[in-house]
């Protein structure tokens, strides 16, 4: 069967189109065809109410823009019509996690709050993807304001479903990039990370998802959480796109103080250049966290589901086939910190952020009669708040005011050392490990179902236990895709590196998918893409 | 350090927040508060008049990444009707907001 441009690589997409095989209007075409085909009804703010075909459907994407992407395929078109530079993404079709703000869209955070607010300018990191070429499809749903890590906490319902089982969340909170990609209803999707955001959801999908180095990509435009911790990034169907996609969004930018000034490599080159003589680690700490028992909610030491593990060592044979050296028992014994100190330094950074809302300058008001301004703001946040940001926000009060601060903030700042001391240690040059990356689960399990953890704010956040301590740190990680458990749902693996060396991350990733081209999983299809021309 | 939020911490909290919850939403929050203290409290292990130094950014931000500093200078924004038009209530240019009550600073 041919392949549908749907489900092409947007490399291959982009020389395809820069050599006139296809015209971008027909790529887009073709992927408003697939949208329509796997989508089912648009996710809305009206009170919701589960239909039957609900638990079907894909569901990511808040806001079309189709009429945006088509002005940008006539450009791509025209430009190639008359020989000139169509741009390293021509007429690639792409989605934006809808906390990023596109000028003239609706950006909505997925919140009430911002439902109504159109912005003014756009993105950083979405205006290079347009001006490479990519075509611009629309907003994908996210947890609300990214809290979350299964989507369903977003003011926009039906939640979006999982490619690959509709009635199991895409993970979160980049779950509307994550599906949107996996169901091919665009190549590639921009995203963010703050504790696991594009790695975790990626591994749900079986998709590539890259958090790159803090400050790596510019998040002028980003509507912000965390800002010690978020982070924008690639999310793609493989390697050499996610590659592409990082090439063309990173760099400084004069709108971002915190976007490093440092050159961006040309991903895309020697990017096959294997990792013979690679020093790639696997450490215990990643096998066996400490977890909430899910009936009893106490934390205890458990392992990760062990068919993840064994992807992750599956993987480690197929590397050191491909020549690399792997170092076992490395420690990382400060991993069990991340989500504690998560709790506390991303609520105080939140809780400052969400400040902002007030119902004045622009968002949801609250359209009734108030005495005075307090009481329109506290309406305003009342009602235009979900419950995520609220128990958030009320977190980040408690631990940053001063008659209750119980030494926690500084407690997370000191144990965030910790945490990054485990990563310099392994990757020191000079030291005992001499690392150049470590691997590692993506996630402790695979795709959970729609609300079987939703409520339970504790449970929810350890779904980000393997990916958060990159965050801390700082530094790359990548998850690629490795293969299914027993219920045919995706496993991730990560590979986690050096600041600002996504470079080697991304070879170790393309090495590892040569390196099991040929396995039986590769040619598993999503559920919702079966029966479909 | 065996804290808990009680109702009177809580109500508190509500009121810095500026928010205004109902019942429901309040007796959620709460709880899932105290679960996530449960999990916090892990940092006791952590002696803050150690010699361990903290960190607010995981990558260094050194003067190699760092971009240098420029002019401050005004540049206008091309589009200013486009961002007073998100203003819920807007009134000869100027932002409506309902009475400041006087208060008293201590």
């Known amino acids: 069967m041919k392949q549908s441009l749907s489900d092409m690589p947007a490399h291959v997409l982009a020389r395809a ?66 020989g000139k530079d169509p741009g390293k993404l021509a007429g690639v079709p792409f989605s934006v996690k809808d906390i990023f703000c596109v000028q003239d869209t609706p950006s909505t955070a997925a919140s009430r709050i911002l439902a109504n607010f159109s912005s003014p300018y756009t993105a950083t990191p979405v205006q290079r993807l347009e001006t490479a070429g ?15 890590s299964s989507n369903e906490s977003s003011a926009f319902q039906p939640p979006v479903g999982n490619p690959w089982d509709p009635s199991r969340v895409p993970g979160g909170s980049s779950g509307g990039s994550a599906a949107s990609v996996a169901a091919g209803e665009c190549a590639l999707s921009l995203g963010t990370d703050t504790a696991g955001s594009i790695r975790q959801p990626a591994g749900f999908c079986g998709v590539v998802g890259m958090k790159p180095t803090y400050g790596r990509v510019s998040r002028y435009g980003l509507i912000a959480f965390a800002s010690s911790l978020d982070c924008p990034g690639p999310v793609a169907r493989d390697v050499t796109d996610a590659a592409l996609m990082l090439e063309v969004i990173a760099g400084a930018d004069r709108h971002d103080a915190t976007a490093a000034v440092l050159d961006v490599p040309e991903y895309t080159a020697g990017l096959e250049r294997g990792v013979k003589g690679k020093r790639i680690g696997l450490s215990d700490d990643y096998f066996m966290v400490k977890y909430p028992d899910p009936e009893t909610g106490e934390l205890v030491e458990q392992p990760i589901q062990p068919e993840i593990r064994e992807r992750v060592l599956h993987a480690a044979d197929r590397l050191a086939d491909a020549g690399a050296e792997i170092v076992e028992q490395i420690p ?40 005075e ?47 990054r001391s485990d990563f310099d240690k392994i990757y ?58 027993s219920n045919g749902l995706p496993i991730g693996i990560q590979f986690l590196g050096h600041d600002f060396d996504e470079q080697t991350l991304l070879q170790t990733g393309r090495a590892f998918e040569l390196a099991t081209e040929n396995e039986d999983w590769r040619q598993v299809k999503p559920a919702v893409l079966r029966g479909l021309s | 350090m ?37 999990a916090v409290r892990e940092l006791e292990a952590i ?7 903290t960190t607010s950014h995981g990558v260094p931000y050194t003067e190699k990444i760092r971009p240098a500093l420029r002019e401050d200078r005004i540049e206008a924004f091309g589009n200013p009707e486009a961002i007073m038009e998100q203003a819920p ?11 400041i009550p006087h208060t008293e600073l201590e």
Do not use: W
């Open chain 1, 17 to 82: 189109i820069r050599n006139g095989e296809y015209s971008a209007e027909e790529v887009l075409d073709a992927a408003i065809n697939r949208i329509r085909a796997v989508e089912g009804r648009q996710p809305s703010l009206e009170q919701y109410e589960l239909q039957p075909d609900d638990r079907d459907k894909v569901h990511a994407f808040i806001t079309l823009t189709e009429e945006r992407a088509r002005k940008q395929a006539q450009k791509v078109d025209r430009k190639v019509a008359e």
């Open chain 1, 332 to 371: 990382m014994p400060h991993t069990h910190y991340g989500i504690p100190v998560y709790f506390v330094i991303s609520r105080v950074e939140a809780a400052s952020n969400l400040h902002r809302y007030d119902g004045v300058k622009y968002g949801y008001r609250h359209p009734g009669q108030v005495e």
């Open chain 2, 89 to 99: 209530d807007v009134e000869d240019n100027y932002l409506v907001v309902p009475v």
């Open chain 1, 428 to 485: 020191d040059p000079e030291g005992e490990y001499r690392l150049d990356c470590l691997l590692t689960a993506t996630t402790p399990t695979t795709a959970f179902e729609i609300g079987q953890v939703y409520g339970d704010s504790v449970l929810m956040q350890y779904a980000d236990l393997l990916t958060v301590p990159a965050n801390h740190a700082g530094i790359p990680g990548i998850s690629v895709p490795a293969g299914f458990d």
């Open chain 1, 134 to 148: 990519g075509l611009n499809v629309g907003k994908v749903n996210l947890d609300e304001f990214t809290y979350g």
């Open chain 2, 2 to 38: 065996a804290d808990e939020i009680t109702q009177e911490i809580f109500q508190h909290l509500v009121d810095l927040a500026a928010l205004e919850l109902d019942a429901e939403e309040a007796e959620y929050l709460l709880k899932e508060l105290n679960g996530q203290l449960k």
């Open chain 1, 373 to 419: 301004l307090a009481e329109l703001y506290r309406k305003s946040r009342g009602e235009g708040f979900g419950l995520q940001p609220k128990l958030r926000i009320l977190m980040g009060m408690y631990v940053s005011a001063a008659q209750y601060e119980k030494n926690y903030y500084q407690q997370a700042l000191r144990a965030r050392t910790l945490i």
């Open chain 2, 47 to 53: 002696d803050v008049d150690s010699n361990i130094e």
